[in-house]
Nanobody, 117 residues
Framework: QVQLVESGGGLVQAGGSLRLSCVAS????????MAWYRQAPGAQRELVAL???????SYADSGKGRFTISRDGAENTLYLQMNSLKPEDTSVYYC???????????WGQGTQVTVSS
């Protein structure tokens, strides 16, 4: 059974940094893609950053230049380094993964990120 467990969220001042982690219960090389999403209250879940099996990455415009997605295969862990955080980055951040194709079909429980002004 595939499980994804996020950690690293918290409260930070604007301009600060956080690194989110997502530990998978299986080898992350099994996934065709892994990604970070976020969802603010009353809003739809949106893609933040994506990392394909081959190493290609893509970012939402909101995080370009500030966020970096990466992985550690030995630790079965996906990361999201977030720098220069803004109050509008406040959301619950979710790790997602796809075992086949492009549709994310496994999700973590989410980790809260709150950025104060």
């Amino acid at each position: 059974q595939v499980q994804l467990v996020e950690s690293g969220g918290g409260l930070v001042q604007a301009g600060g940094s956080l690194r989110l982690s997502c530990v998978a219960s299986i080898s992350i090389s099994s996934f065709t893609r892994m990604a970070w999403y976020r969802q603010a209250p009353g809003a739809q879940r949106e893609l933040v950053a994506l990392l394909a099996r081959g190493g290609a990455t893509s970012y939402a415009d909101s995080g370009k230049g500030r966020f970096t997605i990466s992985r550690d295969g030995a630790e079965n862990t996906l990361y999201l380094q977030m720098n220069s955080l803004k109050p509008e980055d406040t959301s619950v951040y979710y790790c997602g993964a796809a075992l086949s194709g492009t549709l994310v079909n496994y999700w973590g429980q989410g980790t809260q990120v709150t950025v104060s002004s």
